[in-house]
């Protein structure tokens, strides 16, 4: 539910104001300090049924009946536009404190399911809580007082919360329903547009760039292509004055989630890291992004991607599909920084060429010529890869002579480069595909062994052939070993996608080289935009000199054989 503006009131223990109890009647109600908690809730969907659960309806109702029954020092805790589901609720908090204080007599509601709409929170706190401190309760509409134990009407006060409880289950089913509809129809369920967008002013369903903000968007990507992390794009946003989300909202005159920040440009890293992973950049309508497991647990958890609902094409991008996917494998790469601050452009690209283990950065040295990789695996007496490393200086030379020769010839020779590299590719996605759908066929022929097995199982189960300890522990083994089949089977289907996509890739690939013909030295962007991963071998010292090679994969279609495209280039 949506909480709209609450308050608590708790009225000053004086009677006359609060109730304006007749003059011989202060004589009883001075003889206890103890209050009378007339409590009032109004919820969201409560609000429809007019006014029978208004609030002034509920206080009006209360008031008179303190007064009939000459209830001692009446106060009011009231909230208004709260569910009765949930027990965190500001002015029912106030009202326990006050009960847990031993300061209350009564507690005063129009009907029980003005306390609450959970039939066991509410049967906990009448026949616990208000009992402990000696607390009598009455529900005015439903003839329910705890001081009569054997009314009838109290007989049936557990049906009527269970009836009270239904009742939400019913409402919560039905705006579950609404949203549901209204998400999988492709309309934008959240009421908090992303940074970097607005309503359009002619059509409040529809979202349009503000181009302001988008700039600082684009910007944030671009420093993510560059290698650096959230934390460093958050200080230098500060240092450049940039103003935060918020405060930039504050300023356009529009409604913001936090109030005004003491430093309008104090920028927070969750922030950035947030805008990095927001899909809706790309022109993309994306609901069902979290979810509760009920109306009890309110809870927010993320849902998995699959089970997100996404629309493409829905408004304008502000950054193209392309670029946030590289984004999201940078972030994933989890880019590891120095003691000093410093980053290298191929953090998180490195890799060794004997163990395949990463190759950490080390940019603790002022002088950036001494800057280095180091295998992550040769630390160590019983380190499974013998020690080498390569200097940043020498493996930008190794990358950028290499990556400047593919781009040239690429753009030279595209014809004969498509031809290289779709023979090569055909012939490496024969081997994997043929590899990869076998695993496939196999997991799913367990999976459908295991159904009949479990059926087997559950059927001597019946027939008293295996007990039911037996039984259960066999069952769990199997729903284990099939979900963890699914899995591996899902991972499969997508990574045969991926491979049957071979040639749109190379497409794409030759488009982002394109976007560098005029590129004279390689810069971060560049180097993750173009390149997955880069492996380096151990130094050989045969020749006296010390001689490294190094691989490189890049990204879309893997290694180039660069020796193949310069047999055009000299024929």
């Known amino acids: 539910m949506t909480n709209e503006e609450s308050y608590v009131t708790m009225e000053p223990s004086n009677p006359v104001q609060t109730v304006a109890l007749e003059k011989e009647e202060t004589e009883l109600i001075r003889a206890t300090d103890k209050i009378t908690a007339l409590y009032c809730r109004l919820s969201n969907e409560d609000s429809l049924d007019g006014e029978s659960n208004s609030i002034s309806n509920q206080r009006r109702i209360l008031s008179d009946y303190a007064r009939d029954k000459k209830l001692p020092n009446p106060v009011f805790f009231i909230d208004d536009g709260y569910s009765g589901t949930d027990f965190d609720r500001p002015g029912f908090q106030e009202m326990l404190d006050e009960i847990e204080a031993d300061?209350?007599?009564?507690?005063?509601?129009?009907?029980?399911?003005?306390?609450?709409?959970?039939?066991?929170?509410?049967?906990?706190?009448?026949n616990i809580t208000f009992a402990k401190h000696n607390v009598r309760y009455i529900a005015i509409n439903d003839n329910f007082d705890t001081i009569n134990q054997n009314s009838v009407d109290n007989d049936f006060a557990g049906i009527r919360m269970w009836f009270n409880e239904f009742y939400a289950r019913d409402t919560s089913r039905k705006v579950r329903a609404v949203v549901k509809a209204k998400g999988e129809r492709g309309e934008p369920l959240t009421g908090f547009l992303p940074y970097g967008y607005v309503k359009d002013p002619n059509d409040p369903k529809k979202w349009i760039v503000d181009e302001e903000a988008a700039k600082v968007v684009k910007r944030i990507f671009a420093l993510c292509m560059e290698?650096?992390?959230?934390?460093?794009?958050?200080?230098?946003?500060?240092?450049?004055?940039?103003?935060?989300?918020?405060?930039?909202r504050l300023q356009e005159g529009r409604n913001a989630n936090h109030p005004e920040p003491a430093n309008p440009y104090e920028w927070d890293s969750r922030s950035v890291a947030d805008i990095l992973v927001r899909r809706e950049y790309t022109g993309c309508t994306v609901n069902f992004k979290t979810y509760s497991n009920s109306i009890w647990d309110k809870t927010t958890r993320k849902n998995p991607v699959e089970n997100q609902a996404i629309f493409y094409n829905t408004h304008p991008a502000v950054i193209d599909i392309d670029t946030f996917d590289k984004v999201q494998e940078i972030r994933e790469q989890r880019h590891r920084r120095t003691k000093s601050g410093n980053t290298h452009m191929f953090s998180g690209l490195v890799f060794c060429a004997d163990c395949k283990g990463k190759m950490y950065f080390s940019g603790s040295h002022d002088d950036p010529s001494k800057w280095n990789y180091t295998c992550s695996n040769s630390r160590g007496s019983n380190s499974p890869c013998s020690a080498h490393f390569i200097r940043?200086?020498?493996?930008?030379?190794?990358?950028?002579?290499?990556?400047?020769?593919?781009?040239?010839?690429?753009?030279?020779?595209?014809?004969?480069?498509?031809?290289?590299?779709?023979?090569?590719?055909?012939?490496?996605?024969?081997?994997?595909?043929?590899?990869?759908?076998?695993?496939?066929?196999?997991?799913?022929?367990?999976?459908?062994?295991?159904?009949?097995?479990?059926?087997?199982?559950?059927?001597?189960?019946?027939?008293?052939?295996?007990?039911?300890?037996?039984?259960?522990?066999?069952?769990?083994?199997?729903?284990?070993?099939?979900?963890?089949?699914?899995?591996?089977?899902?991972?499969?289907?997508?990574?045969?996608?991926?491979?049957?996509?071979?040639?749109?890739?190379?497409?794409?690939?030759?488009?982002?080289?394109?976007?560098?013909?005029?590129?004279?030295?390689?810069?971060?962007?560049?180097?993750?935009?173009?390149?997955?991963?880069?492996?380096?071998?151990?130094?050989?010292?045969?020749?006296?000199?010390?001689?490294?090679?190094?691989?490189?994969?890049?990204?879309?279609?893997?290694?180039?054989?660069?020796?193949?495209?310069?047999?055009?280039?000299?024929?």
């Open 392 to 571: 940043a200086v020498v493996l930008e030379r190794l990358v950028w002579n290499y990556t400047q020769r593919v781009i040239e010839l690429v753009l030279r020779y595209e014809a004969h480069f498509r031809a290289i590299m779709e023979e090569k590719m055909q012939t490496e996605s024969k081997a994997i595909l043929k590899t990869k759908r076998k695993q496939l066929e196999r997991a799913e022929k367990r999976i459908q062994e295991l159904d009949r097995l479990f059926v087997r199982t559950y059927e001597d189960n019946v027939a008293g052939k295996l007990s039911d300890e037996r039984f259960a522990a066999m069952s769990r083994g199997y729903e284990d070993e099939q979900q963890d089949l699914k899995d591996a089977a899902e991972t499969l289907r997508k990574e045969i996608e991926v491979q049957e996509q071979q040639n749109q890739n190379l497409d794409l690939f030759i488009e982002r080289v394109q976007k560098y013909a005029e590129l004279d030295e390689l810069t971060p962007y560049a180097a993750h935009e173009l390149i997955k991963a880069i492996y380096v071998g151990a130094p050989e010292k045969s020749s006296g000199k010390r001689r490294q090679s190094i691989h490189i994969e890049y990204d879309l279609i893997g290694f180039i054989p660069l020796n193949e495209l310069m047999k055009q280039e000299t024929a």
């Open 103 to 126: 300061h209350v007599a009564v507690v005063l509601t129009k009907d029980l399911s003005r306390l609450g709409r959970n039939s066991t929170m509410t049967g906990m706190f009448i």
């Open 227 to 248: 290698g650096r992390g959230p934390s460093q794009i958050a200080k230098l946003l500060q240092d450049e004055k940039v103003l935060t989300i918020t405060a930039y």
